[in-house]
């Protein structure tokens, strides 16, 4: 049974629980790490403190995100919440796969995992016929000799590529 207070309450509903109890525990888990990560200089001055204000930031979060579980009408996990949290894991796929696509590069090497992950995405995003994999293709090859060899961005050479002969070898480091 609801409460009057949660009949009233005038924001959207969905997700409020769950981001108020992530928020907090994310900030409260770097507020107790924050001494391992920065700090603190003898004979210098407070406001410089390279843990000041690191700190007072963590702080604020841990304290501005309490007030906020406290002050939300219910405490109840409802189906919309959990629709909500499916939704922003949705987001954090393409995350994996750039995680993925950064790792595999020193591995294979930038044009083969760049190949293969264009169209990937591209099919993943719903782009399906073959058309549009060639044309995915097409940019991957275009990224990569515009990075490569016009723009002259350094990415450093597969594994992949300590297998072939020198000459070979020294071409697809520079330009592949």
Do not use: N
Not at 40 to 60: C, D, E, I, N, Y
Request: with cysteine; proline share 6%; glycine share 8%.
């Amino acid at each position: 049974m609801t409460t009057e207070q949660e009949r009233r309450f005038a924001g959207p509903r969905r997700g409020q629980l769950i981001f108020a109890l992530i928020f907090l525990t994310l900030s409260a888990l770097l507020l107790a790490l924050i001494g391992e990560q920065t700090a603190w200089v003898k004979k210098t001055k407070l406001f410089a403190q390279p843990r000041f204000w690191p700190a007072v930031s963590l702080g604020g979060m841990v304290l501005f995100g309490a007030l906020h579980l406290y002050q939300l009408p219910w405490r109840r996990v409802s189906r919309y919440d959990l629709w909500e949290a499916r939704q922003w894991g949705r987001s954090l796929e393409y995350a994996l796969w750039f995680m993925g696509y950064v790792f595999l590069v020193p591995l294979i090497g930038y044009l083969p995992v760049t190949l293969a992950f264009v169209p990937l995405l591209a099919r993943r995003m719903g782009y399906r016929s073959r058309f549009m994999m060639w044309i995915c293709a097409g940019f991957a090859v275009a990224v990569v000799v515009l990075f490569k060899g016009l723009l002259s961005v350094r990415i450093p050479g597969a594994l992949l590529y300590e297998y072939l002969p020198g000459p070979l070898r020294s071409f697809f480091i520079l330009y592949l």
